[in-house]
């Protein structure tokens, strides 16, 4: 009615200041309130398993690596605060990420990117075995693609390189582990296909690809049945020092990582990257791991319900 006044809501600014942008590995995205890096403390909280953290600014911009080999661009102001915390940073006040980009269905979202303009660019992984490392260029587009995936195929893992030093990994699902020096796969362009990475043995695929530092890596390998639904076979699970595996050349096979117990048949969930490892069901709920002693070649032990 007449004589009530309309407010506009006033936009608050926030100041360009540095800050992390984290991906969560229940798809939660989200940005620290500060430049520190974010705590590794004890006491565990629902998804606060970090699979992918850059450093960028409050109002600027980073790019989601999907399992499409697409790379989207989105604005890190859009992302929930986190408050400081000594703890693993909890995501539980993070925003789901389907709901700030537009994925196709059955597409996942592996990694974030500071969208390098130089350096030694991403390093992606796919299910079919094909390594492939992207130059880093200037792009002015919301999305774009990352590689020229063949027909069926899918990444698996996807990581921004620091120094192009790093070893690249693959694990397969019948437990191979491949490792090999970044320095050995030449950049290409976006549309490049990629190259061989690991050989696989037929009918299996790649489980896990990561790059990153050996010192202190760890690998983590949870076996179960292929013929189990998803979700109900708990299996076996070991965690292994990474320098445990011998390195071999980019193309071949790798070493066994995993040795199935009767009923077991492949790998259900693999990863390897520097310890500690930290893991969390699909709900982000907490999920405790043995220790990192197993033997390389060895079965797990029975993954706690």
Not at 94 to 107: I, N, Q, R
Not at 216 to 240: C, F, N
Not at 253 to 261: A, K, P
Request: aromatic fraction near 4%; glycine fraction near 14%; include cysteine.
């Amino acid at each position: 009615s007449a004589g009530n006044t309309v407010t506009a809501a006033t936009p608050v600014e926030v100041a360009d200041d540095p800050c992390f942008a984290l991906l969560s590995s229940s798809g939660l995205l989200a940005r620290t309130s500060s430049a520190s890096t974010p705590g590794r403390g004890e006491g565990r909280a629902n998804h606060d398993v970090v699979v992918s953290a850059v450093r960028t600014t409050a109002r600027g911009e980073v790019g989601v690596l999907t399992s499409r080999g697409r790379l989207l661009r989105v604005g890190v102001l859009d992302m929930p605060e986190l408050p400081d915390s000594a703890n693993d940073p909890n995501l539980q006040g993070g925003y789901p990420l389907s709901e700030m980009l537009p994925l196709v269905p059955g597409e996942r979202a592996l990694a974030l990117s500071s969208l390098p303009t130089d350096g030694p660019g991403l390093a992606l992984g796919t299910r079919d075995g094909i390594v492939k490392r992207v130059n880093p260029e200037v792009l002015g587009r919301d999305e774009w693609e990352v590689i020229g995936l063949r027909e069926g195929d899918e990444v698996v893992g996807a990581v921004e390189l620091v120094t192009g030093e790093e070893e690249l990994c693959f694990i397969s699902t019948d437990a191979q582990l491949l490792h090999f020096p970044a320095a050995g796969v030449r950049p290409q362009g976006r549309a490049g296909g990629g190259m061989a990475g690991i050989k696989l043995g037929v009918g299996q695929q790649v489980a896990f690809f990561g790059a990153f530092e050996p010192t202190d890596a760890v690998v983590v390998t949870a076996s179960g049945s292929s013929t189990a639904l998803p979700g109900t076979e708990a299996g076996s699970v070991k965690v292994t020092p990474f320098s445990d595996y011998p390195g071999k050349g980019r193309a071949t096979g790798g070493v066994r990582s995993h040795r199935f117990l009767r009923g077991e048949d492949t790998l259900v969930a693999a990863w390897a990257g520097p310890g500690p490892a930290r893991a969390a069901a699909a709900s982000g709920a907490p999920v405790d791991l043995p220790e990192a002693n197993g033997r390389r070649d060895g079965s797990g032990t029975p993954a706690a319900q």
